[in-house]
Nanobody, 117 residues
Framework: VQLQASGGGSVQAGGSLKLSCAAS???????????MGWYRQAPGKQRELVAE???????NYEDSVKGRFTISKYNARKMVYLQMNRLQPEDTAVYYC?????????WGQGTLVTVSS
């Protein structure tokens, strides 16, 4: 499985970005039944879970992004998204997509999000 993340960039506080993660080398049924996640790692900090979409369709968010970020997926295109609204400087980090199949975890290469005040 390969994951290609994109959509990062530089925005001012209050702005929006939409991250995308394209999965390849995975069959549709496995993609559809996998858990999806977006993580981030800020400089000097540990990687943290930002949002997850379980195989059952439930979503969970880190407290600081609740109401601002939305995780979604488009199974037919094997895509995972993270819509980020009302971005704040503390959201600055490298964002990674994650796909957890029944057998292992897969990670994208990361995309940098920089939010200026």
């Amino acid at each position: 499985v390969q994951l290609q993340a994109s959509g990062g960039g530089s925005v001012q506080a209050g702005g929006s970005l939409k991250l995308s993660c394209a999965a390849s080398r995975i069959i549709l049924s496995e993609f559809s039944s996998s858990r999806m996640g977006w993580y981030r790692q800020a400089p000097g900090k540990q990687r943290e879970l930002v949002a997850e979409l379980t195989s059952g369709g439930s979503t969970n968010y880190e407290d600081s992004v609740k109401g601002r970020f939305t995780i979604s997926k488009y199974n037919a295109r094997k895509m995972v998204y993270l819509q980020m609204n009302r971005l704040q400087p503390e959201d600055t980090a490298v964002y990674y997509c994650n796909v957890e199949t029944s057998t292992r975890d897969y990670w994208g290469q990361g995309t940098l999000v920089t939010v200026s005040s």
